[in-house]
């Protein structure tokens, strides 16, 4: 294995103050009925719900899971997203870049021993790439919940934004369970698409070494109606109820670490590198 001198701990450059922001009113972060970004953030699941149907999230992973979009490393494509401001998210109105360093920082303050966690709050975000390959943000951002089964009361603008929405009105469809059956684990269910599910596809792709903790991570870390709200248990087996507490345990960071202040990205790539070599190292394909 080759040995990389880091020098100084690159960590020093940058480590969020978490008990400050935890120390903030929770309902400051994802604040969906108030803000200057409101208008931006209802529009997008505007679009998100009406749209993201059955067929449509099948035609998606027909389109990107077969992974011969491009061929880069990770690296190169995290810094890809100084170009992405997620207009989903209420919280913060700076590129998604910075968000992927806080995140792992935040990480790696409290979990100073898992290195592959403080990757996956690196990469966590990455699929969002999609909508620099013209994909539109509501088909890449945003929380996520299952297709083809009953949208639940507990998604984010429920009640006003899946009128046009075909699926909600298929009686197939609309039940608790929809096609799926009781327990049948989330590795079987459909969810709506977006950059969590393509990141979980090139990482089972490229054979990343991540292991399931992390790309349980990955692949439902938007699902807040789940680890967050609780919902849809009835569509969970028990390897995804062992597995819910690290989940919650990302979201903490993810959410917590959003601050306008920004860290010092190029005094942090050195032990990145060094995560990603590990973990999903070369030019990976997407």
Same mark, same amino acid.
């Given at each position: 294995?080759?040995?990389?001198?880091?020098?100084?701990?690159?960590?020093?450059?940058?480590?969020?103050?978490?008990?400050?922001?935890?120390?903030?009113?929770?309902?400051?972060?994802?604040?969906?009925?108030?803000?200057?970004?409101?208008?931006?953030?209802?529009?997008?699941?505007?679009?998100?719900?009406?749209?993201?149907?059955?067929?449509?999230?099948?035609?998606?992973?027909?389109?990107?899971?077969?992974?011969?979009? @491009?061929?880069? &490393?990770?690296?190169?494509?995290?810094?890809? /997203? +100084?170009?992405?401001?997620?207009?989903?998210?209420? *919280?913060?109105?700076?590129?998604?870049?910075?968000?992927?360093?806080?995140?792992?920082?935040?990480?790696?303050?409290?979990?100073?021993?898992?290195?592959?966690?403080?990757?996956?709050?690196?990469?966590?975000?990455?699929?969002?790439?999609?909508?620099?390959?013209?994909?539109?943000?509501?088909?890449?951002?945003?929380?996520?919940?299952?297709?083809?089964?009953?949208?639940?009361?507990?998604?984010?603008?429920?009640?006003?934004?899946?009128?046009?929405?075909?699926?909600?009105?298929?009686?197939?469809?609309? @039940?608790?369970? &929809?096609?799926?059956?009781?327990?049948?684990? /989330? +590795?079987?269910?459909?969810?709506?698409?977006?950059? *969590?599910?393509?990141?979980?596809?090139?990482?089972?792709?490229?054979?990343?070494?991540?292991?399931?903790?992390?790309?349980?991570?990955?692949?439902?870390?938007?699902?807040?109606?789940?680890?967050?709200?609780?919902?849809?248990?009835?569509?969970?087996?028990?390897?995804?109820?062992?597995?819910?507490?690290?989940?919650?345990?990302?979201?903490?960071?993810?959410?917590?670490?959003?601050?306008?202040?920004?860290?010092?990205?190029?005094?942090?790539?050195?032990?990145?590198?060094?995560?990603?070599?590990?973990?999903?190292?070369?030019?990976?394909?997407?």
């Amino acid at each position: 294995m080759r040995v990389i001198n880091l020098g100084p701990d690159p960590s020093l450059a940058y480590r969020p103050n978490l008990d400050k922001n935890e120390a903030k009113e929770k309902e400051e972060y994802r604040n969906f009925e108030s803000g200057s970004l409101i208008d931006r953030v209802f529009n997008t699941y505007k679009l998100m719900h009406t749209n993201q149907t059955l067929d449509f999230v099948k035609q998606k992973h027909s389109e990107w899971t077969s992974c011969k979009h @491009t061929q880069m &490393g990770m690296m190169d494509i995290i810094m890809s /997203l +100084d170009q992405l401001v997620d207009e989903s998210d209420p *919280d913060v109105d700076f590129p998604n870049s910075f968000h992927a360093f806080q995140t792992a920082e935040g990480i790696r303050k409290e979990h100073p021993d898992k290195d592959w966690f403080q990757l996956v709050g690196l990469i966590h975000d990455v699929g969002k790439m999609m909508a620099l390959w013209d994909e539109p943000q509501w088909a890449v951002v945003g929380d996520t919940f299952p297709v083809g089964c009953k949208f639940q009361k507990s998604i984010v603008f429920r009640d006003n934004t899946f009128l046009e929405n075909p699926d909600d009105k298929n009686p197939y469809y609309n @039940t608790e369970h &929809g096609i799926y059956e009781p327990n049948c684990g /989330l +590795d079987n269910v459909f969810m709506s698409w977006g950059h *969590d599910e393509y990141l979980y596809r090139v990482m089972k792709f490229n054979n990343c070494s991540i292991p399931e903790e992390g790309l349980y991570m990955i692949r439902f870390h938007s699902f807040y109606p789940w680890h967050s709200l609780g919902d849809y248990m009835h569509l969970c087996n028990d390897k995804d109820l062992q597995i819910l507490p690290w989940v919650q345990e990302f979201n903490k960071f993810d959410l917590y670490t959003k601050s306008p202040d920004l860290p010092n990205v190029e005094k942090l790539k050195p032990y990145y590198q060094s995560l990603i070599d590990k973990y999903c190292p070369g030019i990976l394909k997407w």
